[in-house]
């Protein structure tokens, strides 16, 4: 949240499970953070629809557990205020090959992305660029979200809402980020520790 503060937010609105009992406690006295509950964890455009009610213009999207730096966040809000006729702006990143089938992949052409697919397994991937999951959305983005129907995983996938934005001709930008960091494993808190304690300014 510190590194997401850089964009200079009207607020927050925070997504977590009901019974994150400790997660609630730290946050309910903040008066900039709205706490809102996703019941069933049925993916994450499932879970920014739980918030869509408290959203009236145009909203950065993270991922708790993917960081990145305040000096990306304020590039993605000044290329957001340069180019009023965006309808997305993607966080991307190029990743191993390895790496492709377990995120969701961008076809870019100079920086306009003209596809996404997620986790491509059984269709050739357009690339090795990944869409990091933090972006910024146009309100019409939820919009395309409401429509959206359950994934072969059962969930209601960003991705999904995301092509067919594109496909409608909806102006859907990228900015390319060297390096981010996980929130996974228990290894991933030293490695945090250490991101967060050089300069980023």
């Known amino acids: 949240m510190q590194q997401l503060a850089a964009a200079q937010p009207e607020g927050f609105i925070l997504i977590s499970r009901p019974d994150d009992l400790e997660l609630h406690q730290y946050f309910s006295a903040r008066p900039d953070v709205q706490l809102v509950y996703q019941e069933e964890q049925l993916g994450a455009g499932h879970a920014l629809l739980q918030a869509a009610h408290l959203i009236n213009g145009p909203f950065i999207l993270s991922a708790c557990d993917n960081l990145t730096n305040r000096k990306h966040i304020r590039q993605m809000v000044q290329r957001w205020q340069s180019q009023p006729g965006l309808s997305g702006l993607l966080t991307v990143m190029q990743v191993l090959p390895e790496a492709v089938s377990s995120t969701a992949i961008v076809q870019l052409e100079g920086s306009r992305v003209r596809s996404i697919i997620e986790k491509p397994q059984f269709d050739p991937a ?76």
């Open 126 to 201: 357009p690339s090795n660029i990944a869409s990091l999951p933090l972006y910024i959305f146009s309100p019409i983005f939820l919009a395309y979200l409401r429509q959206s129907k359950p994934s072969i995983r059962g969930e209601i996938e960003l991705q999904d809402a995301i092509q067919r934005l594109i496909d409608d001709g909806k102006q859907v930008d990228s900015l390319t980020i060297q390096s981010r960091l996980t929130l996974t494993t228990p290894a991933d808190i030293s490695a945090i520790e250490g991101y967060l304690s050089i300069g980023e300014d």
